[in-house]
């Protein structure tokens, strides 16, 4: 699975940003969990929103009542609109996607894919 970001930037505190993360090569079955995490310099990597195919969510308890993830399993897309935005949100997002990739070894194997990551910067 190929995935690609879009729609990061900087932006002044409070303000709103909106990521987009296109999957490709895998079809809505294979694409099990789609979601983001983000980076910042001298931190771990952290999970921020992740959604099921099925529609299930997950929201990190720092970012909830701001961020809000969605899904379209037709265009294999999902969506990070963030809210409210703090200069602690400043990060590389990444998109990852967990992949059904069954094998005669293992018929429930997952592969996670990232890609690039995208930089927002909220400045105060």
């Known amino acids: 699975v190929q995935l690609a970001e879009s729609g990061g930037g900087t932006v002044q505190a409070g303000g709103s940003l909106r990521l987009s993360c296109i999957a490709s090569g895998g079809s809505a079955f294979s694409i099990d969990v789609l979601g983001w995490y983000r980076e910042a310099p001298g931190k771990q990597r952290e999970l921020v929103a992740s959604v099921t195919s099925t529609g299930r969510s997950n929201v990190a308890d720092s970012v909830k009542g701001r961020f809000t993830i969605s899904r379209d399993n037709r265009k294999n897309t999902v969506v990070l609109q963030m809210n409210s935005l703090e200069p602690e949100d400043t990060s590389v997002y990444y998109c990852?996607?967990?992949?059904?990739?069954?094998?005669?070894?293992?018929?429930?194997?997952?592969?996670?894919?990232w890609g690039q990551g995208t930089q927002v910067t909220v400045s105060s």
């Open positions: 990852f996607a967990d992949s059904l990739v069954p094998t005669m070894e293992n018929p429930y194997q997952m592969l996670r894919s």
